[in-house]
């Protein structure tokens, strides 16, 4: 009986260590007096204080209980004029690059006036009747003309209007780090669509966590499989060491909260795309589906590039990627071993039945493509 019960012991305890668990917060039944403290000084109390709202803003009803609890529906109220236009116009920089209130992070006296007020104020109140649905509103505003506009500007038009406040045109710029790693990995349908999960360590060039730790014995140990490929959401984010191929392209450090990321252009941008393993795999393996499905040069071109930028290329752009692929060619049939180098980069099978100085060309002028404007740029 008792080798039983330290079976079953053991068995509850390994069951236990697999359930995840977090940090949750209770309220005490008898609160703690809190105080101002006198020139910050933590001993020096000065005027007691309890649980409240500032005045200017609107005021915190009695039927609420002055909690975590309270505070939350005070903030969703219909009546609270700020939380569903500060989040409303958050999806509005994310959709078009600057929000309707250029100041995303300040609604204040010294903030900028809203563009469109009465937009708004519209698509807040819709905002809220929906039940705070931010997929309703995401697809309302994705489906509007306003959206949908063309993003080609002309000279006067620009002249009148340089950074298109007046909505004239549709939105363009680049991409964020997120979903530039994201786009690579759906065009070349390598990208896991799972959702929830674990923390995932994708590709990453060895020895930075080594560098960053007290005894250089913590070392990155690198996702197998799916989760190598899973949205960039996912990926496991390290304080001292972020992911590098993201904060090339400007994903915030997270050690401070961001409301409006910045966007530069940068040459080390271009080297990503070119090395790393995530964009040259993600070539590779696009390339082989262009050879697959594709029988002439043109119609692989055509297939490859539509693909990247959802249109067909011009006539001048045919003969250019063309151009580029015969110089290709021609340096891998030359150099073999380069070849089979490139093709063998990432964990994801390489197709045997191709062949390797071919799908070396060919992933050679998807990375060309990858690294296009068009393919980064939000247009």
Same mark, same amino acid.
């Given at each position: ?163 298109? +406040?007046? /909505? %004239? ?8 780090? !997120? @979903?530039? *790693?994201?786009?690579? &990995? ?97 070539? +590779?393996? /696009? %390339? ?8 002439? !040069? @043109?119609? *692989?071109?055509?297939? &490859? ?75």
């Amino acid at each position: 009986f008792r080798s039983q019960l330290v079976k079953l012991r053991s068995r509850l305890t390994k069951l236990q260590k697999n359930i995840p668990t977090t940090m949750v917060m209770h309220e005490n039944e008898k609160r703690r007096d809190t105080f101002v403290l006198l020139r910050g000084v933590y001993d020096q109390h000065g005027e007691k204080v309890t649980a409240a709202v500032p005045q200017v803003l609107p005021a915190f009803s009695p039927k609420l209980p002055t909690n975590r609890l309270g505070l939350a529906r005070w903030l969703t109220s219909p009546d609270h004029p700020l939380t569903a236009r500060v989040y409303v116009n958050r999806l509005w920089q994310q959709l078009f690059g600057v929000g309707l209130v250029k100041t995303v992070g300040d609604f204040g006296s010294q903030g900028e006036w809203p563009s469109h007020p009465e937009l708004l104020d519209w698509l807040s109140v819709e905002f809220q009747q929906s039940g705070w649905d931010v997929k309703h509103l995401l697809k309302q505003i994705v489906l509007s003309s306003t959206y949908r506009q063309s993003s080609r500007v002309t000279d006067e038009l620009y002249e009148r209007d340089p950074e298109n +406040r007046l /909505l %004239a045109r549709g939105p363009r710029f680049r991409l964020d780090a !997120e @979903t530039v *790693r994201d786009n690579a &990995l759906q065009i070349s349908g390598l990208l896991v669509a799972k959702q929830g999960g674990p923390s995932v360590k994708p590709y990453q060039p060895p020895g930075l966590w080594e560098a960053v730790s007290y005894d250089g014995n913590v070392t990155y140990e690198q996702s197998t499989g799916d989760g190598l490929y899973r949205r960039s959401l996912y990926t496991y984010w390290k304080r001292q060491s972020p992911p590098p191929g993201l904060m090339a392209f400007d994903a915030p450090t997270r050690e401070t909260c961001t409301v409006s990321r910045p966007r530069t252009n940068t040459p080390l941008q271009a080297l990503v795309l070119m090395n790393d393993p995530t964009y040259v795999e993600a070539a +590779r393996v /696009l %390339a082989a589906q262009t050879l697959q499905k594709q029988a002439s !040069e @043109t119609e *692989r071109i055509d297939f &490859l590039f539509r693909a990247a930028t959802s249109r067909l290329p011009a006539k001048a752009e045919q003969q250019i990627l063309s151009r580029i692929l015969q110089q290709q060619t021609s340096i891998y049939h030359h150099d073999p071993a380069a070849a089979a180098k490139l093709i063998n980069v990432g964990e994801s099978p390489v197709d045997k039945t191709l062949k390797p100085t071919e799908l070396a060309a060919w992933t050679m002028l998807a990375s060309m493509i990858f690294n296009m404007d068009e393919t980064l740029t939000k247009q």
